[in-house]
């Protein structure tokens, strides 16, 4: 059985930027139907429930057609969400490190352009989504954006940095006003998650 992963802080701590109530509901509310939605997607094929979510999520086409969309959507919001709640925070280092800046600067020119096209792609995002920072099996680093819940993963690329664009993570606090959220996200970013997902080598 899939299980809601700790929070690793409160539902306060990245106040003002993300507000409690939505941090609360969209944990506690959005987060576990994800899990509970793939556990009984699961049920109906035991035989995948002893896979993680890396493995469900890398080779969809292998999924019992019936469960398909089910496991993308549900695995898939599970490793997001998990994925998402770690690179956040306001204890964490401030800024990429030399190794990462080296490896942003290398594609992008400077940390501002990279900034520029995460913002752009949250922001350009129709519908629900996420804006990536990813990198692949080759080592490249790319920002694009998913539409639901479909996981960089499903791509053969890693996540190094998110941002959930669904109504859902800002509504409560932004209303319709998207692009203040994306621009309150860059003030909780965890750095020190980040850049150990870069260092991590293997897809
Ligand atoms: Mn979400």
Do not use: C
Not at 51 to 80: C, F, M, W
Not at 191 to 200: A, G, K, T, Y
Request: no cysteine; net charge negative.
């Amino acid at each position: 059985m899939h299980e809601l992963p700790k929070l690793p802080y409160s539902f306060d701590a990245l106040e003002p930027f993300i507000d409690a109530q939505t941090m609360e509901i969209h944990y506690s509310k959005h987060h576990q139907a994800y899990v509970n939605n793939l556990n009984a997607a699961l049920e109906k094929h035991p035989e995948f429930k002893e896979k993680s979510l890396e493995e469900l999520l890398a080779n969809t086409a292998s999924l019992p057609e019936d469960i398909r969309q089910a496991v993308i959507n549900n695995a898939g919001g599970h490793y997001n969400h998990t994925f998402f709640w770690h690179t956040l925070g306001k204890d964490g280092a401030k800024e990429p490190s030399n190794e990462l800046k080296d490896a942003i600067n290398d594609i992008f020119g400077n940390f501002e352009t990279f900034k520029q096209q995460f913002t752009e792609a949250a922001t350009k995002r129709f519908g629900s989504g996420w804006a990536w920072l990813t990198i692949d099996k080759d080592g490249k680093l790319e920002v694009w954006s998913s539409a639901n819940q479909d996981a960089p993963i499903m791509q053969g690329k890693r996540p190094i940095l998110g941002l959930d664009v669904w109504e859902h993570a800002y509504y409560l606090k932004y209303q319709n006003r998207r692009p203040e959220y994306i621009e309150a996200f860059w003030n909780v970013v965890n750095w020190d998650e980040v850049n150990r997902h870069f260092l991590r080598k293997e897809i």
